[in-house]
């Protein structure tokens, strides 16, 4: 791959990696949130645990999950590298520094509410991931699908978990709402006619997404939907 | 210079070179007209530090008017202080209250590093320009202004990243310490204009290549650069560095 020198490894390429894994990782949740959202059929389950067979079973979501692991690597690698680039590019700081004067306090925050999220990743693959791919789910429902649904109920009739998940979500929210719009800004999507439609669409998209989630444990812990 | 009644505290950054350890020192004054400029005030501070016999504090200035780019403090948390578009010769101690403490320290960047008290060195911008920030013409008469039909939001825009000053304003406040703003608004004065295009693709490699050479850190798109910037250079210039880079690297055949 002669040519492309250090396209990859320069600040600039660097920042269009994390701007496609991002980019990437916001549509996943899309398709997330909108299987996950059969839940409020209230139909016990079984739409949703139809979704929950197709997304399993089908060969081209079981190789798009390889995808997303890596892509979810990289764009963790890739920040943590950055992170001590920068810290490096400061070695002494301040004794008065006013970021609020001049930025979102999330915007500065990118790293924290990361590794929170990361954090959230671990137990929430371990909550259903490893549940429904390795150690296996344990009922069926009426059509006869793996219950992925029962271990749902099962798991957020604990209040921990549940307040953990709602609390966790806030973060993604956060992190969305600078994200969105970063990465197209890192993709230099910046035009002066689809700036204002970038900047709605990014908080809508952070806001529902996260209260998606959120209502998922929310609805069971409560009996919202049986 | 006309005589006031502010009392001010200063918490001036006081460092004797590269080699020594800094700190922040206290300074009382008395009497500061809310008509000086901050830099006024400094000279007034300056001015006493000298009759008492001690080593008065070095700090950039030159042309006062807010044009050249070398004032370069750090107020209270905020490069050339609390007004927007201000340069800190431009920042008027009417901006202050009677009694207030105000903290004074350098640009802080690896790439930045501190000369003696409030003077950093700033020759970094100097390399990345010299990398690239520059555009080949045959020597001779200049040509007409207006040979090159050019499209007015295009001029305009040229000419609004050329307002940047090269003060460092935005990697002084930036978290990560990154240049990007100051090297895309050079890259884009040239960029958007015709007489930039032939070494446009090799313009944004070498540029930011030496930028990343220099130690600057990397853009998290905060926009603290742009809230700061007091020529309000835009956000912008860094998609279309950003677009060039891209551009330079995946689709152009030219390499540097």
């Known amino acids: 791959m002669s040519g492309f020198g250090n396209a990859l490894s320069s600040s600039i390429g660097r920042k269009y990696v994390m701007g496609i894994t991002g980019i990437f990782l916001i549509l996943f949740l899309i398709v997330h949130a909108g299987i996950n959202s059969l839940i409020f059929l209230d139909d016990n389950g079984l739409k949703f645990n139809i979704g929950a067979h197709f997304m399993a079973t089908n060969w081209i979501i079981r190789a798009g999950e390889y995808i997303l692991f890596l892509g979810l690597l990289v764009h963790i690698y890739q920040a943590v590298n950055l992170t001590i680039q920068n810290k490096k590019a400061r070695p002494e700081g301040y004794a008065v520094y006013n970021g609020s004067a001049n930025s979102k306090w999330y915007s500065r925050s990118m790293g924290l509410l990361g590794t929170l999220l990361l954090i959230f990743l671990v137990i929430h693959l371990k909550d259903f991931w490893v549940v429904s791919r390795f150690t296996g789910i344990p009922t069926v429902d009426a059509n006869g699908n793996e219950d992925l649904y029962a271990v749902m109920k099962e798991k957020f009739q604990d209040p921990v978990r549940v307040v953990a998940y709602v609390l966790l979500m806030i973060s993604l929210c956060y992190h969305l709402l600078h994200g969105f719009a970063s990465a197209f800004q890192t993709m230099g999507w910046n035009h002066s006619k689809y700036n204002g439609i970038i900047k709605r669409v990014g908080v809508w998209y952070a806001i529902i997404i996260s209260i998606v989630f959120a209502l998922m444990p929310i609805a069971v812990y409560t009996h919202l939907i049986d | ?256």
């Open chain 2, 1 to 256: 210079m006309s005589t006031g009644n502010m009392n001010l505290t200063l918490k001036v950054w006081r460092q004797k070179d590269n080699k020594t350890k800094g700190a922040l020192v206290d300074y009382k004054l008395a009497d500061i007209s809310p008509d000086m400029s901050f830099l006024e005030m400094f000279d007034v501070l300056n001015e006493q530090l000298i009759n008492k016999g001690e080593e008065p504090v070095v700090f950039d200035h030159d042309c006062r008017e807010g044009i050249c780019g070398m004032c370069s403090m750090f107020i209270n948390g905020r490069p050339h202080g609390p007004k927007d578009l201000v340069t800190t010769c431009q920042l008027h101690m009417r901006s202050f209250k009677d009694g207030d403490t105000i903290v004074v320290e350098p640009w802080r960047a690896a790439a930045f590093p501190v000369v003696k008290d409030l003077t950093v060195d700033r020759s970094a911008f100097d390399r990345v320009i010299a990398a690239g920030g520059f555009i080949s013409v045959n020597t001779g008469n200049a040509q007409d202004a207006n040979n090159l039909p050019i499209p007015k939001m295009q001029a305009d825009a040229a000419f609004e990243a050329a307002a940047c000053i090269g003060c460092g304003a935005c990697v002084a406040t930036c978290k990560n310490a990154s240049a990007m703003l100051f090297v895309s608004a050079k890259i884009s004065q040239l960029a958007l204009l015709p007489q930039g295009q032939p070494e446009r693709y090799r313009r944004v490699q070498s540029m930011v290549a030496q930028m990343d050479a220099e130690g600057f850190g990397n853009c998290t798109n905060t926009g603290a650069c742009e809230a700061e910037c007091p020529k309000g250079i835009s956000l912008e210039n860094i998609a279309r560095m950003n677009r060039d880079f891209a551009t330079a690297k995946f689709i152009s055949e030219e390499t540097v």
